[in-house]
């Protein structure tokens, strides 16, 4: 038997005496420790990649990793070195009962994490997608914040209008008079050519209607960039709250947010569904193997070594306490029979004194 042998032994909580006069079962052991060592190890991998999604240090990752690793190791071996075989399944299964539903939890612990690195691109995608929800949902609500912007365009929109107006009634005009001298007959022309009364009319009030335009338009455009600077004042305003928000936004990518992303993908993909029960279900089976191993092998020659072993040790423990007890009542007995002797030779001294007075 090489060291690596006796250190999966040791893993699998036997007693190494003991399995040394039983060669037929040092696979056995062998087995079970190795199971429990292997889930040792998934732990640890497990609770590493966790870590890795709120640590950046590498150091702290592989100090507490280990000590994870090393908590589910003896946790493990606690529970297939405490379950004993006595031939009778009810008895060993309400034995094994708490056990296995110790090693349900610490499989469900173990699954989580590893689940999350293998589906880790679906889940970075759909983390992607919430993202963009999210960003755009915030844009919706900041926007909503700040309803005078609404009421700043309206009005800018207004004076455009006005401008437009404006203009579109001094082109109304330089039609008219074009009309008026070239000789077009219409409702509001008089169809002869050059320049007449009412071609001097028409171009005084072109004239009228050109500076009517100039100074609408100098006035509103005045307006109209006194009213974008205050929406490009509230828009700052705007994308500095935007900006706070994403600060938040970009550090939601821990583990609770990736928890929640697999879990929509759960919801949303069928197959992803599946195969996370199926990852959950091995690693289940692979925490309760060492345990169903005991359950349904049959008691050996190890398991009547043990428990001669033990009885052994009580029984050598129990003779120790009845010596001891019946050296203890013999110092006693003795201790009183000399006590009994000294208060009578007392009492006889103390009568004699009384009779020499």
């Known amino acids: 038997m090489n060291n690596f042998e006796k250190f999966l032994i040791f893993c699998s909580g036997a007693y190494l005496p003991l399995v040394r006069r039983c060669p037929a079962s040092t696979n056995r052991f062998i087995g079970i420790g190795a199971?429990?060592?292997f889930t040792a190890i998934f732990a640890g991998l497990s609770v590493s990649y966790a870590l890795s999604t709120v640590f950046s240090s590498f150091w702290v990752i592989l100090g507490i990793a280990l000590i994870w690793a090393l908590m589910i190791f003896n946790l493990d071996r606690y529970i297939v070195s405490t379950l004993k075989k006595q031939d009778?399944?009810?008895?060993?299964f309400k034995q094994a009962l708490p056990r296995l539903v110790l090693a349900l939890l610490i499989a469900l612990v173990i699954a989580k994490p590893l689940e999350l690195r293998i589906f880790e691109k679906e889940i970075n995608r759909e983390l992607d997608e919430q993202r963009l929800a999210t960003i755009e949902n915030s844009r919706e609500k900041i926007a909503a914040g700040y309803p005078e912007i609404n009421?700043?365009?309206s009005k800018i929109e207004s004076l455009r209008a006005g401008i437009a107006a404006k203009e579109d009634f001094r082109n109304q005009k330089q039609v008219e008079y074009d009309q008026e001298r070239f000789g077009v007959k219409t409702d509001g022309t008089t169809g002869l050519a050059g320049i007449g009364i009412n071609a001097e009319k028409k171009e005084e009030q072109?004239?009228?209607?050109?500076q009517d335009y100039q100074y609408t338009q100098k006035l509103n455009e005045g307006r109209i960039e006194d009213l974008e600077a205050e929406i490009r004042k509230i828009n700052v305003l705007k994308e500095q709250e935007f900006q706070n928000q994403m600060v938040s936004l970009d550090a939601y990518d821990g583990l609770a947010a990736r928890l929640q992303a697999f879990r929509d993908l759960t919801l949303k993909n069928t197959a992803i569904?599946?195969?996370n029960w199926m990852i959950i279900f091995?690693?289940?089976?692979?925490?309760m193997a060492p345990i169903l191993v005991k359950l349904m092998g049959s008691r050996g020659p190890y398991d009547q070594l043990l428990d001669f072993h033990e009885a052994g040790i009580?029984?050598?423990g129990e003779e120790l306490w009845h010596k001891k007890s019946g050296d203890s009542a013999l110092r006693k007995e003795v201790f009183d029979e000399l006590y009994d002797k000294r208060k009578?030779?007392?009492v006889d001294f103390d009568l004699g004194m009384l009779g020499e007075k």
């Open 35 to 37: 199971t429990v060592l």
């Open 88 to 92: 009778q399944f009810f008895p060993e």
């Open 151 to 153: 009421d700043l365009e």
């Open 206 to 210: 072109l004239d009228q209607a050109e």
């Open 273 to 275: 569904y599946w195969a």
């Open 282 to 287: 091995l690693f289940v089976m692979i925490e």
């Open 314 to 316: 009580v029984l050598a």
């Open 344 to 346: 009578a030779r007392r």
